[in-house]
């Protein structure tokens, strides 16, 4: 490769969202109780709230799925994304 070219890698893209989501989760934890921090927690959760079971007799599948996406965590991604910007 030429010097300067970068060529764009969507797992490691996966894998910095991916910690910044886990950052702004650790971000919302350590801030739940502090009441000048608690607008961080402001956000929504959505996804399936009971789970779907698919019974086959022989196999029985659970699918569930659910988000909870706030500012802490678009924070977390936020920063994460620069952090690929720049660095990657």
């Known amino acids: 490769m030429a010097?300067?070219?970068r060529r764009f890698s969507w797992?490691?893209?996966f894998i910095?969202?991916?910690v910044g989501v886990v950052i702004g989760g650790i971000i919302t934890?350590?801030?739940r109780d502090i009441s000048a921090l608690n607008w961080l927690?402001?956000?929504y959760e959505f996804g399936?709230?009971?789970p779907f079971v698919l019974d086959l007799a022989v196999i029985k599948l659970t699918f569930g799925?659910?988000?909870n996406i706030n500012v802490a965590?678009?924070?977390?991604?936020?920063?994460?994304?620069?952090?690929?910007?720049f660095v990657f």
Not at 73 to 85: A, C, D, N, P
């Open 3 to 5: 010097k300067g070219t």
């Open 11 to 13: 797992l490691s893209f």
């Open 16 to 18: 910095i969202i991916a």
């Open 29 to 31: 934890y350590l801030t």
């Open 41 to 43: 927690n402001i956000g």
């Open 48 to 50: 399936l709230k009971q």
């Open 65 to 67: 799925l659910t988000a």
């Open 73 to 85: 965590v678009l924070f977390g991604i936020l920063i994460s994304s620069l952090f690929y910007r």
